[in-house]
């Protein structure tokens, strides 16, 4: 996979407008949850690395993604440390995704234009992830900070910052609607999307319509 500079992908969350997210444990899954957000149009994804074979089955994906989905940007989330970003980035990673804010990471990214979307919780957080060289901010968990009016509370005074809530999110049209207007630059949607257990079914037309549904539903899409 080609390297894409940290403002490319900061662009690219921009017109996609949701940043699905997911992980499983086997290669051959992904690669179905991959062509079925393919095609609905959603070509950005985060993989998150919650299993012991997650590494593993994102350098597979990325691999086998550059032949048969060309167009996806491939991301990594649930990177703690520095250890995990240089894996992954290794791996193919266009981007990283973090719960938190980790400065050694931040730090390391920025000396390489990778773009690093760390979690925060706080104003303090968000300026602090900004002066960093955050790509994007995501806010988490965004429903129990306070849902949309949280996040309109914090751009009053801070309109340059570029947030995208996680934890929260759905599909539905209104709940799209609200983020939105408080000023999300995107949203990450994992299991109201990707439903693990619909994926372990291996029901991945319901999931490409689903996935179809989410972008008709987005503002302005």
Not at 130 to 151: E, S, Y
Request: proline letters at 5%; one cysteine or more.
């Amino acid at each position: 996979m080609p390297v894409i500079q940290r403002d490319e992908i900061v662009a690219r969350l921009a017109a996609q407008r949701a940043l699905p997210l997911f992980t499983c444990s086997d290669a051959e899954v992904g690669m179905k949850v991959l062509g079925a957000l393919d095609s609905a149009g959603l070509r950005v994804v985060e993989f998150t690395n919650r299993t012991a074979e997650a590494l593993d089955v994102f350098a597979e994906m990325v691999s086998r993604a550059a032949v048969v989905h060309p167009g996806m940007t491939l991301g990594a989330g649930t990177i703690l440390d520095v250890a995990q970003a240089k894996a992954f980035h290794a791996a193919g990673a266009a981007f990283l995704v973090a719960p938190h804010l980790d400065e050694e990471v931040g730090k390391w990214c920025a000396g390489r234009d990778l773009a690093w979307c760390p979690g925060t919780g706080t104003v303090t957080e968000m300026i602090r992830a900004d002066r960093l060289g955050a790509a994007v901010i995501k806010v988490f968990p965004a429903d129990a900070l306070g849902g949309p009016a949280f996040l309109k509370a914090v751009r009053g005074p801070c309109p340059h910052l570029r947030l995208m809530p996680s934890s929260g999110v759905t599909a539905d049209a209104g709940n799209l609607a609200g983020w939105f207007a408080a000023g999300a630059h995107c949203v990450g949607i994992g299991s109201q999307l990707i439903d693990p257990k619909e994926v372990a079914a291996g029901r991945f037309d319901d999931l490409a319509t689903r996935a179809r549904a989410l972008v008709a539903a987005l503002p302005g899409a």
